[in-house]
């Protein structure tokens, strides 16, 4: 090891079961972080200053304004930048020994293998059940342990998968744990319903340490340990905030790691989007669709003072920012009650930020009006077309 690096890891060689020996280990290890965003950043940050000598970053997404409350690895100054090649540069500037291999793409069926297959362990940082899915298989297939994490609003999750037990056999898979992909109304992103940024920070900082105990061969993952999966439950709001659960052997009828070529027969059929119920087709939010019952927030600023403008984001957001005629009802009080919400002998536009929980509201309220429900329409795109298209100072978050 260079003379200088016996400074630069002192601090952890010293460590009961540690010593030099494992920090050659970390040295030789080959790492793959997924998803550069709120998980991936902390967990970069720490797999290079901890002395991993090469990492993998795969990230299609370049970087914005609104992920560097949590994205510590990136800066105001490298806005636009791919975010793999912003995570390197900073990578570089803690730790220039660190070998970073940019992958500067999605994980896909058609890569999952070729670009896994060259490193030691998965982290998975990523943010929709599909690449989830995907990112099990793989590992399942190419037989390399995966440590996930997950984390939204002020909670987190962290488990390995296929972990390597002492019996020679692997610990379950995501599919064993998640055999059913959750209803894509149960799936909200940190654009929609937010997230602390310590939060992904904890856990993104757990998948770390995990890694460097899976290779070092630490705690659980000592050699003469059996190697208990468990599932950590991470809560901010709750005291106390953490809680392990045991999880169950992995699953004998389960497709991906129940049988043998099971997993490799998954990626290569690829069938991901359609799994997890296909792409948000009747709720997306980009703004382009206009159809029955949906008006472009051109409309709606041409009829603004004669409509019922009727805002379905929660009492937060609408304190953020609104619409100074718009009258605030949150969706989950509209749902209970949708007829109890119209102003009667007006015409209602139903709006939120992007145009999805809208889309929700305003067939909820169409549904209970039966004769008349075309007086009812949702606003596309919402506030954030509007603040594109009508008024470029509306403060948009
Ligand atoms: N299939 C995939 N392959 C590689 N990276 C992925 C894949 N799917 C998601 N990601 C990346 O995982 C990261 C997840 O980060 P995070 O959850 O913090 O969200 P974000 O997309 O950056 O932000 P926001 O949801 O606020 O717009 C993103 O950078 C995203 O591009
Ligand atoms: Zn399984």
């Known amino acids: 090891m260079p003379l200088e690096d016996y400074?630069?890891?002192g601090r952890q060689m010293i460590l009961e079961d540690f010593g030099l020996p494992a920090q050659l280990k970390l040295r030789n290890a080959r790492v793959l972080v997924i998803g550069a965003g709120g998980l991936g950043c902390p967990a970069l940050q720490y797999l290079a200053a901890?002395?991993?000598g090469t990492i993998g970053i795969v990230d299609p997404d370049e970087v914005d304004v609104s992920n560097l409350h949590r994205q510590v690895l990136h800066t105001s100054l490298r806005q636009g930048w791919p975010k793999v090649l912003s995570a390197k540069a900073a990578i570089e500037s803690i730790n220039p020994a660190v070998h970073v291999i940019p992958h500067i793409t999605s994980l896909n069926s058609t890569n999952a293998f070729p670009v896994i297959s060259s490193y030691d362990i998965v982290l998975d940082c990523t943010d929709n059940p599909p690449t989830r899915y995907l990112i099990s298989d793989a590992c399942v297939a190419l037989d390399k342990p995966l440590v996930s994490g997950a984390a939204i609003r002020y909670d987190g999750q962290l488990c390995v998968y296929n972990l390597p037990l002492q019996s020679g056999d692997r610990g379950p898979c995501y599919r064993c744990l998640w055999p059913t992909p959750p209803r894509q109304e149960e799936v909200g992103t940190c654009e929609e319903i937010g997230v602390l940024g310590t939060v992904t920070g904890m856990i993104g900082v757990l998948q770390a340490q995990t890694a460097i105990q899976l290779i070092v061969g630490l705690g659980p993952y000592a050699p003469n340990e059996?190697?208990?999966p468990t599932l950590l439950i991470y809560s901010a709001l709750a005291s106390p905030m953490f809680r392990s659960l045991k999880i169950r052997p992995k699953r004998n009828d389960c497709p991906a790691c129940g049988r043998e070529g099971g997993a490799r027969e998954l990626v290569e059929k690829?069938?991901?989007?359609a799994l997890c119920g296909g792409m948000r087709e009747d709720l997306e939010g980009s703004g382009k669709r206009k159809g029955q019952g949906r008006v472009g927030v051109k409309e709606l600023e041409a009829r603004r003072a004669e409509v019922d403008v009727l805002d379905v984001r929660s009492k937060e957001e609408f304190s953020i920012c609104h619409l100074p005629e718009a009258?605030?009802?949150?969706?989950?009080?509209?749902l209970h009650d949708p007829l109890a919400q119209l102003s009667p002998g007006k015409d209602t536009y139903v709006m939120c930020k992007l145009g999805n929980d809208s889309q929700v509201?305003?067939?909820?309220l169409r549904d209970?009006?039966?004769s008349g429900a075309d007086r009812v329409k949702d606003v596309v795109g919402g506030l954030r077309a509007w603040s594109r298209e009508v008024d470029q100072s509306f403060p948009m978050y």
């Open 270 to 273: 690829g069938e991901y989007v």
């Open 327 to 334: 009258h605030h009802v949150p969706l989950n009080t509209l």
């Open 368 to 370: 209970a009006l039966g």
């Open 361 to 364: 509201a305003a067939r909820a």
């Open 226 to 228: 059996v190697g208990v």
């Open 50 to 52: 901890a002395g991993i």
């Open 7 to 9: 400074k630069r890891y």
